[in-house]
Structures are given as C-alpha cells and as structure tokens.
C-alpha cells in the first residue's frame, strides 16, 4: 500500500474550483483519497504550485510516420545523444534498468517518456496511427516510460470507408469504425485532409470545396466528415471526431476550415492544430484568420480544438496529409519521405525550420498567438505544437511564458518580419496575460474534459494521482521547464527536479461494440486489397 501526502501547496485544480488555494492532496494506491491516517508520508509543498499532470492532446511519438522521421534525420540524433538517468530502487528494492537514447526534435522512445515526465506531463495522445500500423504504435508506446498513452485511429482517407459512403450505407460505415476501433486499439477517429489525400494520388493538389467528388460523386470531404462525426456520436466515444481540415498550410485555407465547421454544427466535434488552418489572403497573398475561427468557437459550444503553435527553430513535420507534406519538399527543397499506407492514408516527413525572420513563419508564430489570446474559453481551445510539427513539446514552457508575459510576448514580435503582421491583432496589441488557472485549464483540466479522461486533469477525490508540482519565479519559462517534484500514478517519478523512477505507463483505447456481420465485409475487402492478412492486422 502507497500513501503520500502533499501538504502546504498552493492548488490550481480549475476543474474543481481551485485558484491557488492553499490545502493538502492524499494518495492511496495511486488515487486521490479524501483523507489519509496522521502517521502517511508527508511531502512538504509549503510555497510551491500543484496542479494535475499535463496532458497532451494532439502529439506525434509513437506512428509509423514518426519512426520515418526518426530515418530521415540521423544527424538530428547523433548530434543529441542522452545518457541514461540515474534512477532510484522502486518500492521493492529492485534496480530499475535506464535506458539511453537520442534527443533532437523527435526524440527515440525512451527519451521521449523521460523528457515528458520531466516537463511535467504524465499523458500523451498520438494524433495519427494509420490502423495497418497500430501494432507498431503501441510496441512504441510500450517503449515509451512513464507517460500513459493512446492513439486516433486513421480514417478520412480509408478505401473501404468510401466505399460504404458511396453505397448510401452509412450505418454499415458506422459498424466499420466499431470495429477499426477495436482492432487497432484506438481511443478516437481521426480525420486528415479528408477525402484530399485520396484526390492527390489522383494528381488533384488542393480541395476546392466541402462537395468536390472523391472518385463516386456521393463521396466527398463533406460526406466524410459528417459520416465520422456522426459514428463518434452513435458509438458514444469519450473523445469526439478529431479533424484535421482540408488544405492545410495554404493561404485563404480559413474559409474551408470555417465550412468544415458549419457543415458539423450541433455535432461535436474537435478541430486539431487551427494555426495551420487559420490563413486568410489568396493566391500566396498571407493573413490572419484567427478572429474568425475564435468568434466562432465562441458561439458554438459544441466545437472544440487545440491551437498548433509554431515556434521558432528546428522542427520536423510529420503528418498523414501526403498533399502538404510533396507541397512543403517541392517549395524548399528539403529531404522527405512519402508514403502511401495501403488504401488508407497517406504519410509525409520533411525536416523544417521556423525563422524569426521569415515572413510567413512570423505570421504563423503570430496566429498560434492570436488564437490564444482572442479564445474566450480556454476549456475549448487548448495547448499544442502539434510536436513535431510546430515545434518540440520541449517549447511548451517558452510558449507558457510567451502566453503569460505581455512584456516578454511584445519584446519577441518586435524582433520578427513585419512584413504580413499588418492588421494582424497581436500587432495591434493583445494586453491578455493567462493566469496559472488557465494555464492548468489548457494543459491539463481541458485537454482532459475534451477526451473525457474522467480520472484525469483534476486532483478531486478519485483521480488518477497524476500530480504536479512547480517552483514559482516570474520566468514562468524557467518555471514551467523543471518541475521540482512530479508523481505518476502515486509514484514520485521526479525529485528535486532529477528523474528519479520510470515506471510503464498505461494505454487508453475504447472497444465499442458492433454488428459482427461487417467482419465479412473487412474480410472480403482485405483478402483482394491489403497486403497483410487480416490476422496480423491491428494491434
């Protein structure tokens, strides 16, 4: 039995109305107790922070796509070689094995559950598992310590999923989701450039609107998305459909992310990284989109998202939109990879750099900006970089300071390309500060609620004792990269600011029931199109 009490902390737990209030947290058996005996373990906490461990909604560590990347940048990795922690004797007085690793902006498995742990974060999602690789997703998640993980299962782009949409058979579409779910082991369905990818094998480079046919003239990026939105409903998924709209990285792209919202209005559903989605202008004439996407967030309660930030420095996009990633190695000549998975996505990796002194990535540092600070519910609109993406999770203290200092945000635009910031609002001048309250709100209470991680993202009575705790200084970047404590499931992972244990995080995934009768039809389909059997697939 495990008891622990963190007495004196100053308390951000939004998710139970807690604003600093200074007060004791009890663990038992890796759960928040209400009360422990007088003689528990004390941790003393008098003068620092607590909140709930991070979570990270949208992230790339564990898909095919991001062993691809870890491929195509040795350099990255043999620059940045990270010896093994020193870690304590577990409970039992058994040594715990270290591992070491690479760093670099996608960091090897190991490394990357390590690196979460020390920032912070006790949960992390991969975004995008195409469902012929789930069992490599979770083999690295296995490998990855401390973090509990799951995965959004692939599907905007999926042959047989078209097929149901072009027969009229949408329920039956629903039945296949059931099942995709099951098999893989996922936790939600995503969505990526829907129907787009598919048009790109056909030499079609953007979508023109929600209604371009994909093929059959019943199948189109409208169809798609309602079809999903709707089985996420039917099939009562924790977390609703998680979209990543059409034309990504394109100017005037905010149109069609604003019609993909439209057409889903009363449906919930979660719009992933809109920075990337949030660009006005035409014909390679840049602006910013983020007002319109944030007056409509704040009308429609039933929509949510996270924000995608860019930061500047090294990065590596990674992604199942095969379309931008060609776009991204044709315009800057960088090295990539492109891979079509079977009949259901598609993969692109290209190395990148954001620059303070170009142009567009100035513009879109400023519209990950923008969404932030204009968003009026931080509980629907929360934080990422899509890692890798935008930037490391290893930036997310810089972008924390970033949000809560105006004098540092200001000095920082001062210093980039003006050039396509004019009538931008951050240009024009954006006083909003975050307070920690919001911070725990975008981190960790939001990202948890929006997946519906009952047991996470709040220290009431019954949570996960997935715990926090930070030493205050007004560097709120120097604040929030070395927590001085960090507990895993009641386990303290962290000491003093040194990783000290690394015990296995747990997966989460749902198992929706189904009508058994679609498994002929997968059958049917594999048997003619998959290059796998149907019994090494999923997970």
């Given at each position: ?7 004196g902390?100053?308390?951000?737990d939004p ?14 058996n890796?759960?928040?107790v209400?009360t ?6 004390r941790?003393?906490a008098?003068?620092?922070?607590v ?21 195509l ?17 577990d409970?039992n007085g ?10 670099g ?7 990357t559950?390590?690196r ?5 974060y006790?949960?992390v ?8 690789s789930?069992?490599e997703?979770?083999?690295q998640f296995?490998?990855?310590p401390?973090?509990?993980g799951?995965c959004?299962?692939?599907m905007?782009?999926?042959a047989?999923?078209?097929r149901?949409?072009?027969?009229g058979?949408?329920?039956?579409a ?8 099951g098999?893989t ?15 790109w ?8 609107s929600l ?19 709707d089985a ?12 990543h709209c ?41 602006s ?5 996407i944030?007056?409509?967030l ?12 860019v930061?500047?420095?090294n990065?590596c ?12 190695h044709a315009s ?9 998975v ?10 990148y750099?954001y620059r ?11 519209i ?20 890798p ?7 997310y ?29 951050l240009a024009d001048?954006i ?11 975008v ?7 929006l ?8 220290l ?33 992972v ?29 059958r049917?389909f ?5 290059s796998?059997?149907l ?5």
């Amino acid at each position: 039995m495990t008891r622990l009490r963190i007495t004196g902390g100053m308390v951000h737990d939004p998710a139970n109305g807690i604003d600093g209030t200074v007060g004791d947290i009890c663990i038992e058996n890796g759960r928040i107790v209400a009360t422990l005996p007088p003689d528990a373990p004390r941790l003393d906490a008098r003068g620092l922070v607590v909140m709930p461990g991070g979570i990270d909604i949208h992230a790339h560590v564990a898909s095919s796509s991001i062993n691809q990347a870890r491929r195509l940048l040795p350099e990255d990795h043999a620059g940045a070689p990270i010896a093994a922690p020193v870690l304590a004797h577990d409970d039992n007085g058994e040594v715990l094995i270290p591992r070491s690793g690479s760093g670099g902006v996608v960091p090897s498995t190991f490394t990357t559950g390590y690196r979460y742990a020390g920032l912070g974060y006790t949960t992390v999602f991969d975004a995008a598992v195409a469902p012929v690789s789930a069992r490599e997703a979770h083999a690295q998640f296995d490998d990855t310590p401390i973090v509990d993980g799951g995965c959004y299962i692939l599907m905007g782009n999926d042959a047989l999923l078209h097929r149901q949409i072009a027969a009229g058979e949408r329920e039956r579409a629903r039945e296949y989701v059931a099942w995709l779910l099951g098999v893989t082991r996922g936790y939600a369905i995503k969505v990526v450039n829907p129907g787009g990818i598919e048009l790109w094998k056909r030499n079609v480079r953007a979508v023109g609107s929600l209604d371009d046919p994909v093929g059959d003239p019943r199948v189109t990026p409208r169809a798609i998305v309602e079809t999903l939105a709707d089985a996420a409903t039917a099939l009562g998924l924790p977390h609703p459909v998680h979209i990543h709209c059409n034309n990504l990285g394109l100017p005037g792209n905010v149109a069609l992310t604003l019609d993909t919202m439209r057409a889903l209005e009363g449906r919930r559903a979660h719009f992933t990284h809109l920075q990337f989605h949030a660009y006005g202008g035409a014909a390679g004439k840049w602006s910013s989109g983020a007002r319109q996407i944030t007056d409509y967030l704040a009308t429609h309660p039933e929509a949510s998202g996270d924000v995608g930030q860019v930061l500047f420095g090294n990065a590596c996009t990674v992604t199942a939109d095969g379309a931008v990633e060609y776009l991204l190695h044709a315009s800057s000549g960088r090295k990539w990879v492109n891979v079509d998975v079977e009949v259901e996505t598609g993969c692109g990796v290209v190395p990148y750099t954001y620059r303070d002194r170009a142009a567009v990535s100035a513009l879109q540092w400023a519209i990950g900006l923008e969404l932030f600070l204009l968003s009026p519910d931080p509980w629907r609109l929360v934080l990422s970089t899509d890692h890798p993406n935008g930037a490391s999770f290893l930036s997310y203290p810089q972008l924390i300071r970033l949000l809560m200092d105006r004098s540092y945000r200001d000095a920082q635009l001062a210093t980039v390309n003006q050039k396509l910031l004019a009538g931008s609002a951050l240009a024009d001048g954006i006083a909003r500060e975050y307070s920690l309250n919001e911070i725990a709100i975008v981190t960790r209470a939001g990202p948890a609620r929006l997946l519906g991680l009952t047991t996470k993202g709040h220290l009431g009575v019954g949570a996960d004792a997935d715990i926090t705790l930070y030493a205050p200084d007004a560097d709120r970047a120097r604040m929030f990269e070395t927590p001085r404590h960090v507990i895993k499931g009641g386990t303290l992972v962290v000491e003093e600011g040194q990783l000290r244990r690394a015990p296995a995080g747990a997966r989460h995934h749902v198992r929706p029931t189904y009508d058994r009768a679609i498994e002929r039809t997968v059958r049917e389909f594999a048997d003619r199109y998959f290059s796998v059997s149907l019994e090494n697939y999923g997970a």
